[in-house]
Structures are given as structure tokens and as C-alpha cells.
């Protein structure tokens, strides 16, 4: 793969994304950037201070690209990866409390073939969804900087393009995704309503494309974070139920229902 910039140069996601024409060659070429010398010098670092449980991996400690085939009708969106979940493993959401928690209610809706991802070769199946961030690497104290977040922009921005034309809907995790979000939708032709949706559990917003005939469901979601989930503000029933609502909308087959009893 040839390009005008090198994967240490800021505009290296923004030169490469919108010439990739498939999947996995952009899944690829996420996993080469080092355009955030932050991010870049902090998943290193967490790979090489490894915490005691995790002192005999080897660490991904590169980019995490998306997670999920390439025809899915529905995609989450994130934040970024964990310094020692995602960032240690190589799978968005894997490997620490936050993709527990999803994980387990992606299984309990019918979007994966078994309730634990474990690593990124542990033979786990997505079904009709696929999993993605703003930002691919893991950030210090899981906060990106506006910066970073727009230097990333170019790799969800042709996600989502090549997701087409089988995406029917979105489901974010968190306001940051949300806010993070919108612009990529807008420059890519969909039709934010005025002013612009606010990012609530619950939230949902029908938006209508510059092309006729296109709609797109955008729904919102707490981050199933461990501060979100251990003290309640989202519970696995919250997170199934806006998993199943996003399904539904998206045409994907799904086995929970509000009052299904935990399995």
C-alpha cells in the first residue's frame, strides 16, 4: 500500500481511509497508524508495565480495529479501547468489565455465538452487528483529546461508508461516541434535525439522507462502563433492551424481548 504520508503523520488516517475499498484492508491499515504520539507512547507503555493478572501476555498495544462482519445491518460505537482490555487483547471490548457486561447481553439478544470474548483467536462470531470506536487506541484515564478524536475521524467516517448499504442502524455507548458521531454523519449526508440530538439512554433519531429512500436509526445507550454498571445507572436489562430495540430496527434477527428471564 503506497501513500503520500507515513503512519506516524497526523494526516496518515485522513490520506489513507478514503481510498481503502473494503474492510479489511482498513481494519489493516488502522492497526499501522501512529499518527497520535500520546496514544502511541501510552498503549506502549501499558504493554511494557503490565499489570500483575496480565504479566504473561503479549500485548496487542497497536490500534484496535473494528470488530464484525462486514455486512452488518447494525454497529455499536464506543469510545476507545482500555490500556489493559481491548489494548492488551486486540478485540474492541475484550478483556475487561466494560465488554463483560456487553458481551453477555450481545449473547442474550442473539448477536454473538458465546456470552465471553476472551481474545481476539478465541473463535467468537458477531451476527448482524459489528463493533467500532471514534478512537482506536487506548487513551490515558480513557479520555481523548478533541485532537486525537478528529485525527481518528477518517477511520470511522470509512467504517461506516463501507458498512453501506446493509447499516440500518447505530447504537452508541456514551455521550463521547455520540458527540463524536454526529459530525461523520452529517459529512457523510445524513440530515441532523436542528438543533442537533442530545445523547440520552433511550435515545432515539430517525435521520433522513441527502440521497432519497435512506433512513438510518441512531439510538443511544450508557457505556456499560464499570462505574455505569456497578452502581446501577445501567443495568444488563437497559443494555439488552436497547441492543434488541437497535436489532429490531435494523432488520436483524433477535431472540430477547422485554420480561425474557436471564439466561
Same mark, same amino acid.
Request: with cysteine.
Given at each position: 500500500?503506497?501513500?503520500?504520508?507515513?503512519?506516524?503523520?497526523?494526516?496518515?488516517?485522513?490520506?489513507?481511509?478514503?481510498?481503502?475499498?473494503?474492510?479489511?484492508?482498513?481494519?489493516?491499515?488502522?492497526?499501522?497508524?501512529?499518527?497520535?504520539?500520546?496514544?502511541?507512547?501510552?498503549?506502549?507503555?501499558?504493554?511494557?508495565?503490565?499489570?500483575?493478572?496480565?504479566?504473561?501476555?503479549d500485548y496487542?498495544?497497536?490500534?484496535?480495529?473494528?470488530?464484525?462482519?462486514?455486512?452488518?445491518?447494525?454497529?455499536?460505537?464506543?469510545?476507545?479501547?482500555?490500556?489493559?482490555?481491548?489494548?492488551?487483547?486486540?478485540?474492541?471490548?475484550?478483556?475487561?468489565?466494560?465488554?463483560?457486561?456487553?458481551?453477555?447481553?450481545?449473547?442474550?439478544?442473539?448477536?454473538?455465538?458465546?456470552?465471553?470474548?476472551?481474545?481476539?483467536?478465541? $473463535?467468537? #462470531? !458477531? &451476527?448482524?452487528?459489528?463493533?467500532?470506536? *471514534?478512537?482506536?487506541?487506548?487513551?490515558?484515564?480513557? @479520555?481523548? +483529546? %478533541?485532537?486525537?478524536?478528529?485525527?481518528?475521524?477518517?477511520?470511522?467516517?470509512?467504517?461506516?461508508?463501507?458498512?453501506?448499504?446493509?447499516?440500518r442502524a447505530?447504537?452508541?455507548?456514551?455521550?463521547?461516541?455520540?458527540?463524536?458521531?454526529?459530525?461523520?454523519?452529517?459529512?457523510?449526508?445524513?440530515?441532523?434535525?436542528?438543533?442537533?440530538?442530545?445523547?440520552?439512554?433511550?435515545?432515539?433519531?430517525?435521520?433522513?439522507?441527502?440521497?432519497? $429512500?435512506? #433512513? !438510518? &436509526?441512531?439510538?443511544?445507550?450508557?457505556? *456499560?462502563?464499570?462505574?455505569?454498571?456497578?452502581?446501577? @445507572?445501567? +443495568? %444488563?436489562?437497559?443494555?439488552?433492551a436497547v441492543?434488541?430495540?437497535?436489532?429490531?430496527?435494523?432488520?436483524?434477527?433477535?431472540?430477547?424481548?422485554?420480561?425474557?428471564?436471564?439466561?
Amino acid at each position: 500500500m503506497s501513500s503520500a504520508t507515513g503512519p506516524d503523520d497526523p494526516d496518515f488516517p485522513a490520506a489513507t481511509a478514503a481510498r481503502l475499498d473494503g474492510l479489511g484492508l482498513l481494519d489493516t491499515a488502522v492497526t499501522t497508524c501512529r499518527a497520535c504520539p500520546r496514544l502511541v507512547a501510552w498503549r506502549e507503555e501499558a504493554a511494557r508495565v503490565r499489570r500483575r493478572a496480565y504479566r504473561d501476555w503479549d500485548y496487542w498495544a497497536r490500534p484496535v480495529p473494528g470488530f464484525g462482519p462486514p455486512d452488518a445491518p447494525l454497529a455499536l460505537v464506543g469510545l476507545a479501547p482500555a490500556a489493559h482490555g481491548a489494548n492488551r487483547t486486540g478485540r474492541m471490548f475484550t478483556g475487561d468489565p466494560a465488554g463483560d457486561v456487553l458481551y453477555a447481553a450481545l449473547h442474550a439478544v442473539g448477536l454473538a455465538s458465546r456470552p465471553t470474548s476472551v481474545h481476539r483467536g478465541d $473463535g467468537l #462470531e !458477531l &451476527h448482524g452487528v459489528r463493533i467500532t470506536a *471514534p478512537v482506536h487506541c487506548a487513551p490515558p484515564e480513557n @479520555r481523548p +483529546t %478533541p485532537a486525537e478524536r478528529d485525527t481518528c475521524r477518517p477511520w470511522l467516517a470509512r467504517e461506516l461508508t463501507l458498512l453501506q448499504p446493509a447499516l440500518r442502524a447505530v447504537v452508541v455507548l456514551g455521550g463521547f461516541g455520540w458527540q463524536a458521531l454526529l459530525p461523520v454523519l452529517r459529512d457523510a449526508g445524513w440530515e441532523l434535525p436542528r438543533p442537533q440530538p442530545v445523547f440520552g439512554h433511550g435515545a432515539e433519531v430517525t435521520l433522513r439522507h441527502t440521497e432519497p $429512500g435512506r #433512513e !438510518l &436509526h441512531l439510538l443511544g445507550c450508557y457505556h *456499560p462502563s464499570r462505574r455505569n454498571t456497578f452502581t446501577g @445507572r445501567l +443495568t %444488563p436489562a437497559m443494555l439488552r433492551a436497547v441492543l434488541a430495540r437497535g436489532a429490531g430496527l435494523a432488520g436483524v434477527p433477535c431472540r430477547w424481548r422485554p420480561g425474557t428471564p436471564d439466561t
